[in-house]
């Protein structure tokens, strides 16, 4: 599968397993090689229509009767919540026209924003920091701001993380040298 960059996407979760900071950071340090300018590189995508493929004309009208896509995106979204009411959400991502491809291109232009937005907010901290940030925050249900403003917050939530990480590869060794015996 290929990102809306074009670059091959491959789940660094292959087996199950859970992802390193090392091999979070390595996924990190590709992505900011790709943000020196995110805009540049995604010149004529759109966002809008590619989040609701199926309203295509619809996005249209509404952009020449002047509303922003602010305001269409908003209205878009009560119109998802209303047919998450009545409907799957495969049926509903089927009906406003929505691809695998289209719903990752979708999370990737987020991603990039997310990022840009808390370089933007964060100069003193670099790329990896940031990165480390906003996957921690995935994991621990944490705002990447709080994890960001407070160094020591962002220590202990890393060193947490790497604790898990030994239990688990501790685990992992045990119950191979325990099949390697049977």
């Not at 493929?53 to 979204?77: C, V, W, Y």
């Not at 990896?128 to 701001?145: H, Q, Y």
């Not at 990480?165 to 325990?178: D, F, K, P, Q, V």
């Given at each position: 599968?290929?990102?809306?960059?074009?670059?091959n996407?491959?789940?660094?979760?292959?087996?199950?397993?859970?992802?390193s900071?090392?091999?979070?950071?390595?996924?990190?340090?590709?992505l900011?090689?790709?943000?020196?300018?995110?805009?540049?590189?995604?010149?004529?995508?759109?966002?809008?229509?590619?989040?609701?493929?199926?309203?295509?004309?619809?996005?249209?009208?509404?952009?020449?009767?002047?509303?922003?896509?602010?305001?269409?995106?908003?209205?878009?979204?009560?119109?998802?919540?209303?047919?998450?009411?009545?409907?799957?959400?495969n049926?509903?991502?089927?009906?406003?026209?929505?691809?695998?491809?289209?719903?990752?291109?979708?999370?990737?232009?987020?991603?990039?924003?997310?990022?840009?937005?808390?370089?933007?907010?964060?100069?003193?901290?670099?790329?990896?920091?940031?990165?480390?940030?906003?996957?921690?925050?995935?994991?621990?249900?944490?705002?990447?701001?709080a994890?960001?403003?407070?160094?020591?917050?962002?220590?202990?939530?890393?060193?947490?993380?790497k604790?898990?990480?030994?239990?688990?590869?501790?685990?992992?060794?045990?119950?191979?040298?325990?099949?390697?015996?049977?």
């Amino acid at each position: 599968m290929q990102d809306f960059y074009g670059n091959n996407t491959q789940n660094i979760n292959n087996n199950n397993n859970a992802p390193s900071i090392e091999q979070l950071q390595l996924q990190g340090l590709e992505l900011t090689r790709r943000l020196d300018d995110p805009f540049d590189s995604i010149n004529g995508f759109d966002w809008l229509i590619n989040r609701y493929p199926a309203l295509n004309n619809r996005i249209s009208k509404a952009r020449t009767a002047g509303f922003s896509d602010e305001e269409i995106n908003s209205a878009m979204q009560n119109m998802e919540r209303r047919l998450n009411f009545f409907g799957k959400p495969n049926e509903v991502n089927q009906a406003l026209g929505r691809t695998e491809q289209s719903m990752s291109d979708d999370a990737a232009f987020l991603y990039v924003n997310q990022f840009q937005a808390f370089r933007d907010a964060f100069p003193d901290k670099n790329d990896d920091e940031i990165f480390n940030a906003i996957e921690l925050s995935k994991l621990e249900g944490v705002n990447p701001g709080a994890l960001l403003q407070s160094k020591e917050l962002y220590n202990a939530f890393l060193r947490g993380q790497k604790e898990r990480e030994s239990i688990y590869e501790s685990a992992i060794r045990g119950l191979t040298t325990a099949n390697e015996k049977l």
